[in-house]
């Protein structure tokens, strides 16, 4: 059985209580719309071999979103990076070209840090 088929259960192997569900938290975030988020936009090297990476945090939303947002601006700074857990990683320092393209489309709450 591959470990795509086992669903996640933190762990939990046996339960007695036969009243026991897992709860499945944070599956049902919802993203926020763009004048609500509150995006910081930092440059960073920490645990990077030097390299410099622009980092943009604070992002409230769910996977798919956080994915296409990430897509949009590393195709705008011309260059390569991740998305995940909250948080985009554009490689290189694009701090200036993100926040430009992120106010003009709809993210107010903005800051370059």
């Known amino acids: ?5 086992i669903p996640d259960n933190r762990g939990f192997v046996y339960s007695t209580d036969p009243n026991f569900s897992f709860d499945r938290e ?3 975030v919802t993203t926020l719309p763009p004048a609500k988020q509150k995006l910081r936009i930092l440059l960073d090297k920490k645990q990077r071999a030097g390299k410099i990476v622009s980092l943009i ?4 939303g769910n996977d798919s979103d956080l994915q296409e947002l990430g897509k949009k601006l ?3 700074c011309g260059s390569g990076g991740s998305a995940k857990d909250s948080e985009i ?6 701090r200036d070209k993100i926040l430009q393209w992120l106010l003009k ?3 107010t709450n903005s800051k370059k840090i």
């Open 1 to 5: 059985m591959s470990k795509k088929n």
């Open 26 to 28: 944070g599956e049902d």
């Open 57 to 60: 945090t604070g992002f409230i």
């Open 74 to 76: 590393k195709s705008i």
């Open 89 to 94: 990683l554009v490689q290189g320092d694009h």
């Open 105 to 107: 489309n709809g993210y």
